[in-house]
Every structure is written in C-alpha cells, then in structure tokens.
C-alpha cells in the first residue's frame, strides 16, 4: 500500500514523540530541571521551547502566520516550569496541536504556502522544516536523559549492543 506524505510525516512525529516520552518516564522529577550550566537548557526547558513553538506554528497552520504575536519564545527559555504535571501538560499539548493540525490536512493542502516570520514556505517545506526541528530537541532530551541516567538509562530505540538481535529479529519477519 501507497503510503502518502502525509501519513509519512505524522508517523515520523509520532516516533520522535514516543522517543521523547521514554526518555521523559525515565527521569526523576529532579531530573528533568537539571541544567549543565547557566547557558545550558534543562530537559524542562526543551520541552516548554517546543510546546510554545508548536501552538504557535500549528494554531490555525493555513491561515496565520506561524510566528504568532502572543508567543513569547525567550521565556520558552526559562527554567520556570513548575513541576512534572505541568511539564507533561506542555509536552501533550504541544504534541495535540500539531498532530490535530496535520491530521486535518488534505493532500490538496501540501501544494498551498503558508508563513513563518513573515517568510513564504511551501506547506511541505514548512512540516519539514518543523520534523527537523524537533527531532534536534528531542534528540537533546535523549542525550541529557543518557548523561543523567548513565548505566540505568534504558534506551528508547535500540539498545548498544543489540543492533544484530534487532536487525535478525526484524529480516526474520519479512514485510
């Protein structure tokens, strides 16, 4: 079956978003304020940088511009997130609003432009543009989570070592 570019890019999303949710139950709640130094986001941090960044690019996606006027991008920075619940509400609401925004996308949708910061995207170069974007993230959410979890951290994707029993395991079911 034909998978469309749509359906691609939502099943990407989603796996970054299982990524981070692994890395997330993982941690104390200790953990997840942590920062290496002044200059250093926390795991908090990210994590309210992308809910305020995907409210703001996929609020009304088609037709605002992504960088709306009530997003405030530099307190996205600050380390003021209060506790596990609230971190937890940021990262699901986050994640609603764009897979709800992409899920009411029609194919007829991907040859339309939309705008970020006043700049003229294609609707494909702007979900690709965000994919990127928040797979860096996550990927700092994984590399923060390993460095604190050191020998207890469990991996979200394949553990080292086990790549041969992953990859036998995966031939073994053609399809």
Wanted: aromatic residues 10%.
């Amino acid at each position: 079956m034909k998978t469309t570019y749509l359906e691609s890019a939502i099943g990407h999303f989603e796996a970054y978003k299982k990524l981070g949710e692994r890395t997330l139950e993982q941690l104390s709640d200790e953990e997840l304020f942590w920062q290496y130094n002044v200059e250093s986001n926390s795991i908090a941090s990210i994590v309210k940088h992308l809910w305020g960044n995907m409210l703001s690019r996929w609020t009304d996606f088609l037709t605002t511009d992504g960088e709306k006027p009530w997003r405030q991008r530099e307190a996205e920075f600050d380390n003021d997130t209060h506790n596990r619940e609230q971190l937890m509400t940021q990262w699901n609401d986050g994640w609603n609003c764009l897979l709800s925004s992409l899920q009411s996308l029609t194919e007829e949708d991907l040859s339309k432009s939309v705008l970020i910061r006043n700049e003229q995207h294609s609707v494909v170069d702007a979900i690709n543009r965000q994919l990127a974007h928040y797979a860096s993230h996550v990927g700092q959410l994984l590399f923060i989570g390993k460095m604190l979890r050191g020998a207890a951290w469990i991996s979200p994707s394949i553990p080292r070592g086990d790549s041969e029993k992953f990859n036998a395991e995966k031939f073994a079911n053609p399809g």
